[in-house]
């Protein structure tokens, strides 16, 4: 009998390749304005907001029965406090990887690039637009960024051959990934909603995007984005 070749999904091959979900963190707190965020390294630190720990539960519940080898954060709170539902039901404990944390933001850290969003400013729109991150005053920039992301991933990658995983990080650190896997110029190259479940598989360092900005499991838990003058 001839052999046949069925019309299949997309096939994991090699057997040695990784399956990594990325997941933004929850919902974190609001920066207030004269304020800035507690910082670890540099880094503003908010926790998450009530609607963020709800958001981090249904992604437990989401992907609970979904064979997750490993799970992965950042050093941030945000992504400690995303991923420990998770975890917790998996029976594993988070790995954190220090160079999964977002971009630095220079002058803007701390809570002021939210206000700058808020405020719509020129220069923020300016960054917005250009998909780039070297605008920000005295930041990480998308050379830096993009590397020391790249290289963090595919460290993690290689320890887990043949194997799904979760890293869960930021919004920032997923639109870079998103661009090396797409070839894109864009370091902002997506941008993501509240514990949204990217897909990338690993073959041989190489990152191939699978699925992008994955919401099912929010139901009405998804976050609007709106410019101020909708807020009202």
Excluded at 4 to 10: A, C
């Amino acid at each position: 009998m001839a052999r046949q070749f069925p019309n299949v999904g997309f096939p994991r091959f090699p057997r040695s390749a990784t399956d990594i979900l990325l997941v933004r963190h929850g919902e974190s707190e609001a920066a207030v304005e004269g304020r800035l965020f507690p910082s670890r390294d540099g880094h503003g630190d908010p926790g998450l907001t009530p609607r963020g720990r709800t958001q981090a539960e249904r992604l437990a519940e989401r992907l609970g029965d979904a064979h997750v080898h490993a799970v992965y954060v950042s050093t941030l709170r945000r992504t400690h406090e995303t991923a420990a539902p998770l975890a917790t039901l998996l029976g594993l404990e988070a790995v954190e990887v220090p160079d999964l944390r977002e971009v630095h933001l220079g002058e803007w850290e701390g809570g002021v690039y939210r206000q700058m969003a808020a405020d719509a400013h020129p220069a923020f729109v300016d960054h917005l637009v250009s998909g780039s991150w070297d605008p920000i005053p005295g930041g990480e920039g998308d050379v830096a960024f993009r590397t020391r992301v790249n290289d963090a991933l595919l460290a993690v990658a290689r320890r887990h051959a043949g194997q799904q995983i979760a890293v869960v990080t930021h919004g920032g650190v997923i639109g870079a990934v998103v661009a090396e896997a797409t070839g894109s110029e864009r370091t902002m190259a997506t941008i993501v909603d509240q514990t949204s479940i990217t897909r990338v598989v690993v073959v041989e360092d190489r990152l191939i995007l699978r699925s992008l900005n994955d919401t099912t499991h929010l139901g009405d838990h998804v976050q609007a984005q709106v410019w101020p003058d909708e807020a009202d």
